[in-house]
């Protein structure tokens, strides 16, 4: 198994410092989860591919981008360009094959996410093209949401496959994780944690960060 990844979600950090709240949890994460809204796809409008660019000038962090946007093909140049790392679009925007292929065809790690309200079969005949399944956790658009638990079931059918067929994809959790809940995720098959309050909301986002990083491996051991 591989180790887990922690990836807090800088929707929780401090837009007016975001390099600061980066450079303070640095050394206790590898992914950075950038979440992208519209204000179409979800009633929420956050931040977009010049704000990528300037993280990426501040960090050599994985930059993981979460496009929570109705037409995510009209931007993935903009976001590859701006020094993306992964791009991860939802199924339910549909032209998923099409997203796919030119996503990769970037040059960036491949994602494919699903509302928690999505049945996990409309992302299975996908699992061998991608390198990250993420299942969201709470309704997209906001963070500091209730984890929804039903969703780890999807987790866990994944894990089987993709350990039974040897896939490269690693599966991403995202929504409502908390150091109590990290090892249920853990325990599920999950590789990589999203957190944006339980990190970015906590007096010491390092410390914070470092807790549900060990709650998850105490969970796989
Ligand atoms: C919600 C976002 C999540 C969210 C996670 O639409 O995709 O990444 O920011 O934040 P928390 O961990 O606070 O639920
Ligand atoms: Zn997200």
């Given amino acids: ?17 975001l390099a600061d709240d980066v450079a303070r949890v640095s050394d206790d994460v590898e992914w950075l989860h950038v979440d992208a809204m519209d204000g179409h796809y979800v009633p929420n409008l956050s931040i977009g591919p010049p704000v990528v660019a300037a993280l990426r000038k501040a960090t050599d962090l994985y930059l993981d981008c979460h496009l929570m946007v109705a037409n995510p093909g009209d931007l993935l140049d903009m976001f590859a360009e701006a020094g993306a790392d992964g791009i991860t679009v939802h199924v339910e925007v549909g032209d998923t094959d099409s997203l796919l292929d030119r996503i990769a065809a970037l040059g960036c790690k491949v994602g494919l996410t ?3 309200a999505t049945p996990f079969a409309a992302v299975e005949p996908f699992l061998d093209r991608i390198d990250t399944f993420l299942v969201m956790s709470v309704k997209t658009g906001f963070g500091g949401q209730a984890f ?3 969703v780890l079931d999807k987790v866990r059918a994944a894990r ?3 350990d039974a067929r040897g896939l490269r994809c690693e599966i991403e959790i995202d929504g409502g994780v908390k150091a109590h809940n990290a090892g249920d995720c853990a325990a599920a098959g999950v590789d990589v944690i999203v957190a944006g309050t339980a990190v970015f909301g906590a007096a010491d986002p390092a410390a914070a960060a470092r807790e549900i990083r060990a709650n998850a491996e105490a969970a796989r051991a």
């Avoid at 198994?1 to 410092?17: Q, T």
């Fill in 1 to 17: 198994m591989r180790p887990v990844k922690l990836a807090p979600s800088l929707l929780a950090a401090d837009f007016a410092h």
């Fill in 114 to 116: 699903l509302e928690p």
């Fill in 148 to 150: 929804i638990p039903d």
């Fill in 160 to 162: 089987k496959i993709i």
